[in-house]
């Protein structure tokens, strides 16, 4: 079977994919023996599309589940997707929106429909995405939270935390989102910087003998201030304490209250208090046990409690506030001020601060178990860095919001009896009230914060609360693999119901992803235009180079930066790949099937040196794949394909290739067997390219029980002997370094790729002939030698490279002229000396360091550090020509 000229990795990636699914490889069984590995995968959003955070997050995990599956391990990778309450309601409010209606108007239960019909169109949008990057989940597996078995989960949970008195209802301060028209956690605000305004406004003292001057950025919430608070130290206040204010455009009196945590330093000094619009002015209140006033609607419109301005939009309320301050003469100044206000993350809507009622979780005792989990190694953290940020947030955690006013989502299972109002809360929906024995009962209308089913996920989706064999044999996992950014969301989450209710965590190790930037290391957004589609990625490079350049670039604690260079690269590896395949198979056109097994003491020492450094490869990248370092891993391979195996031994293979006899078997058998391995070794990372190249050679191969695709097949093993003594490796990395600064020299003194060179060693910190002998001839051959003479006759034309162990020359073609060579070199010096001057004068300079943005030092420090590598180069290379630099 020939390989065509080319890869075409579309055709490869549909195809092969599907075969692999129809075959059931990636299917688990709880039966099968085998040390278990088990990863559930960060469920996408339904609504989403794959982005580059998807993308470098299933790369990654693909690479070490399909490494486990192949090193016999019972592998289970569960794929599935979040219902996002918000997220998905507003994307259909939008649809309805298009047709001139809204949700109200169809009423929940045909709403609800909608949102159903909706899923079943664009809900497996993403995962179908996700199996085009090639990632090897049990996709019969396929959990959505909203499913009945994970219904039930969350349903059991909330019963059980109520019954243990952790989940309770209360009247607090949440954040509200007026567009989405629910509560939102803290977690789901994002808060931006805007240059707003501070309105100076007089509060007249109820005795007429003065006014205090508040600072407010919200003149509006004024209509709902129940005092004014100054400190109880500050000296420009403490004849106020105690007194009554008049509050400006309302009948209302106000006293002025002392607590320590006012900042005197801000605006006036003196604040006013809001406790049903303000989570500061909320705690004041609790302490001073002040009134609390909401004077805004659910919409953002305000209230009742707002007078004359009933019905006006904050925004509009605002501006007719401090009109009406104007035009009283109580509007002292307006300053510009630049504070945070608090976002959707959903909508982008600005959240307000609103007193309501709703569900809480208590969360203190099972964020310190979580903390003590992690503490005692139960879980480790990769990086471990992100241990403290994990630490820090349980630390300090807040009671959790879990309700939603929402319509799609996990209904609460609390129901109340509309003639005696007691509260029931159930796993069924009670059919009579046990209090009065009523029959009219009513559930509550709010829904679960999606995270709630969430923070069950590595349970619900392996069947818990049955003990399934699924669950018995899969749970805990053994990794999460997961962005930074949903720590709190989510991995606290799931760690402490996880502890809650099995009295495990849910997984063994959680690998925290960088964070994907662009070439110019600025974060990737849709405003900046910068967003870089993974799909155009693939269609353009093709999925295998996209996984490959995504792992090379994972290391852990650093961002990724990526540029389209890299993912050329990684498609120029795979070309490299599939021409060594090539140059491979033409060699064994006449060759049996499968090839003879050869006797590994009897090949020569190129053929023992690459099965050498393949055991140290195969060494190395599993080690890598363990430690979770998967760009050392990528980096290991990548230096082992391209230069070792291509560069190398391919070359060196060309010689016994066309020799005949026992040396063409030998270089025939290492080819096919290294390249065996590499494939296996390579499959995880690039599994297309692999498996289109690993069905041709696989006829060659002379192994029991042999697989017959890769991803069943066994990963590599190292030798449990080095085919090589400790003497032959030493003249082989000789070979390489020698081969290499002689390369170095020819390009130095112009000789042309075809020409060939006579070379020389000298002083030689080795065997002497002994050594040179066992490698003479592949440095001849690598290096396109006429020669190479050990101890040479002095010869003024030949120039030397400096090794740690020889001086390795080439002498220089007929008609060099060295003057001209060294006068080029002294231009091309002090060019590098003229912009490393410049570069290190700016990173020197503090204006520069304190005014620069962080992407721009980086980027000058980078260029620095290049200016002085190629200023070492030149230097080297003025002194082989024989002068000092």
Known sequence: MDLPKTFDSKSAEERWFQHWIDLGYFKADPARPGK??????PPPNVTGQLHLGHALNVSLQDIIVRTRRMQGYNTLWLPGTDHAGIATQNAVEKDLAKEGKGRHQLGRDAFVDRVWEWRETYGDRILNQLRRLGASCDWSRERFTLDAGLSQAVTKVFVDLYDKKLIYRAMRLINWCPRCETALSDLEVDHKDVTGSLW??????????????????????????TAVAVNPDDERYKSYVGKMLRLPLTTREIKVIADAAIDREFGTGALKVTPAHDPVDFDLGQRHNLEQISILDNTAHINQNGGAYRGLSREDARKQVVKDLELAGLLEKIEPHKHAVGVCSRCDSVVEPMLSEQWFLSMRAMADRAIEAVRKGDTTFHPKRWENVFFN??????????????WWGHRIPAYRCVRCDHLIVAVERPSRCPECDGSDIVQDNDVLDTWFSSGLWPMSTLGWPEYTPDFERYYPTSLLLTGFDIIFFWVARMMMFGLEFTGKVPFKDVYITPLVRDKDGKKMSKTKGNVVDPLDLMNRYGADAVRFTLAQLAAQGRDVILSHDRFAASRAFANKIWNAARFVMMNLEDAPQPLPRVEVAKLGLAERWILSRLDDTIREVSQSIDAYEFNVAAMKLYQFIWHEFCDWYIELSKEPLKAGGERQSGARWILINVFDKMLRLLHPFMPFVSE??????????????????????????????????????????????????????????????????????????????????????YAITLAKLESLDYDPAPNARVVFSQLAWADVGVEAPEGYDFDVAKQKLRKDLAEVEKHATQHAARLDDPKFMSKADPTTVAEAGERLIQLKKEHRMLTEQLQQLGESA
């Open 393 to 406: 947030w349980l630390e300090n955690i807040h009671d959790w919001c879990i309700s939603r006013q929402l």
């Open 36 to 41: 278990v590995f088990s990863v559930v995968i």
């Open 200 to 225: 100076y406004i007089r509060y007249p003292l109820a005795d007429g003998t003065g006014a205090i001057t508040i600072a407010t950025t919200r003149p509006e919430t004024m209509l709902g201030d």
């Open 692 to 777: 289109e190249i690993w069905q041709v050679i696989r006829p060659y191969l002379d192994e029991p029980n042999l697989a017959q695709h890769l991803p069943i097949a066994k990963y590599p093993e190292p030798s449990p002997t080095n085919p090589l003594s400790d003497a032959e490796e030493l003249a082989m990395n000789h070979c390489i370094e020698a081969t290499e600064a002689i390369n170095s020299l020819r390009s130095l003194l112009g000789w042309q790729p075809g020409q060939r060179s006579r070379a020389s060693i000298k002083r030689a910190r080795i065997e002497g002939r002994e050594e040179l002998g066992l490698w003479r001839p």
